[in-house]
């Protein structure tokens, strides 16, 4: 047991990832600013190298999510010569759904949901929001208590 836990630990290195409080199928990349009482599902992925990701308090990321700072999709067919980065901010009581994808530039606000399976661009999203498809839609204020 303790053989195959520096074996991974090695493979994490490699990879350029760390262990995590969440589970080892959870890829956490640089540093992100991770608040309390965070649940991260398996096969999600926070990728924060060359960026600022914060994921505030209380938050519910469930599994299959990409929050990625990262947009090297210019550089791999030549237009750009580097990597561009963008900060990411996932604000207190913030549920995103499975299958979500969570652009560099995102700045969601507290007390939102993020349906399952949308793509958030790099946007202000007000509190109390409902976000959902591809391309995104805001419901501004829909989880507003009356």
């Known amino acids: 047991m303790i053989k195959k836990k520096n074996e991974i630990k090695k493979i994490l290195e490699k990879l350029e990832l760390r262990e995590n ?35 505030g308090n209380n938050c519910d990321i469930a599994s299959f999510v990409s929050i990625n700072c990262a947009d090297s999709h210019k550089k791999c067919i030549g237009l750009k010569k580097k990597i561009f980065n963008r900060k990411i ?6 549920f995103i759904g499975s299958h979500s994808f969570i652009k560099g530039g995102a700045n969601i606000g507290h007390h939102s949901v993020i349906s399952a399976g949308s793509i958030v661009d790099g946007k202000k999203i007000p509190p109390y929001s409902l976000i959902y498809g591809n391309p995104m839609k805001i419901k501004k204020g829909y989880y507003k208590k009356k």
């Open 21 to 55: 409080p969440f589970h080892p199928l959870v890829f956490i990349n640089g540093k992100p600013k991770i608040g309390k009482n965070v649940y991260i599902g398996l096969f999600s992925e926070v990728n924060a190298k060359g960026a600022e990701v914060k994921i």
């Open 89 to 94: 901010i996932i604000g207190e009581n913030v």
